[in-house]
DNA sequence: CCGGATGCCTCCT
DNA sequence: GGCATCCGG
């Protein structure tokens, strides 16, 4: 949901802008608003025959933009959600159910002939699914559009990105519809983009000197800016009640320093607090300053911003706020398109039933000849993810999961598969078919802490309590050398909790060992 | 004035 | 996901 009401409250500094001023430069796209406004265009399709021709529109309507941007001469990079997309909050899960219950009254009101009804319905019950976005990669394959699927947020790996130069595979600004990129620092995000290329820009060191409308971000760091984000409320973290974007700038704006804000806020007897807000706060923090992302270069994960190793020792039983760490050749797959950042799952070739370039509708093909993929490959990105040598990459494909298949991918199992896996190659190769990754390991047990419904997702909560937090500045300088015996016991907790899913594991490992 | 809850819209014609 | 609007503190 983004930071409600943060895109009005940022409105005095965002501006028109059109897309051809990025001509010659790379842009990130957040392929989730495409994919979810081009989903609107078929969702009846997609819900009563998924398979059809009909229902790939969204892949029409997606390309139409991709195609916009190469006939302006920007450079498309295509960022799409990893893990726990699916089931991200409580609230994601609620939406999830009205979804659920719209489908099944659309398909009531289309046997009882009240089309205008269903079509009502099955636009409320539009879901993208990993089926959806792998249909799609398939076709940003053969159309050369280089892509990469974020290990967990596709905001974090689209603001990292925006931190490399265009030569190291950055991009100089992103297009989304979600207010999230900018918490997380995001230099510059072009927001509303329609099909004529016109969007609404906000540059984040322009907002930082800038003073309009009697706002001033002059004296913020990133920290406090981000934190006013985390204030007024996020996706991990709701806002103390009465609190929201204006009296989250305010109380910033005021203290210039988020311990003071937060035990000032702690104090205030108009709003309640929370026990555990001040603890949840600073690791939401860590989260939008230290996400997992994918680094192309390396091929692994990495951290937005750079976590030096002494916190990552320090940090070590309690990094699982951040999602599981994931091994190289694992990240790779999932970053590539090749496994199913949520279920896990390869797949089997028997899943595609359509090839790529049946996906694809003549006209899209037509608009990509003329302003050709061939500028695009010449354009030096020295960092495309998709090249031609993963053609094999074709037999593989995302189960084909139907658009109501929600709550399999919605697993409650808790599995830390991370720091644990294997790095390096040096097992017999294992069937494909014998990963079995029905219990499938759950991304970002951060945010599910918002729905602590299983006892081991209680169990987890009850760790991460006792953790050293917070990593203010002040606090990170002096990390206290006592708490060691404590961190060991807790790193032998999360062993523990590691190996009791060993066997669940093994599979995956033994195919992965094979990469 | 401020924040929160609610309900409607995103496609394309 | 956003946005407009109305309502209650």
Redesign the pocket.
Known sequence: ????????FMKPFIEPVHIKKYAGQRVGIDA??WL???A??C?MELCMSPKSAGARRYIS?FM?HVNLLRHHKVVPVVVFDGGSMPC?SAT?ED?HKKRELSLVLGKEKLEQGNTAAAIDLF??A?QITPSMAYQLIQILKTEKVEFVVAPYEA?AQLAYLATLDADQGGIAAVIT????LIAYGCTAII??M??FGNGEEFIMEKTLETVKDGLCFQDFDQNLFTGMCIL??C?FLP????????????LISKHKNIDLVLSTLKLDKRYSVPDDYIDSFWKTLAVFNHARVYDVKSKSLKHLKPLEERYLNYLAGDLDILGPALAPSMAKAIAEGRLNPVTMETFDEFSRTISPIELIDTSALNVANQHGSQEILTQESSITICSSEESRDDSIAFAADEITSGEQRCNKGVLALGKFLPQKHSSPAVECKEVKPKNTPDNNPFKKRKLPTDQESLDRNGVSAGLCWPLTQESVASIPNERSSKRQSQQEAFRNKTNKNKDERSGLLKFFMRL
């Open positions: 949901m983004g930071i409600p009401n943060l895109l009005r989730y608003s979810h406004k081009g609107y265009s969702s309507y139409h991200k994601d939406r636009r409320k539009v905001d519809e979600d207010s999230d927001f509303k329609d099909r007024a409320g996706d806002s103390v009640p009465g609190i929201g974007t204006k009296r989250a700038y305010s």
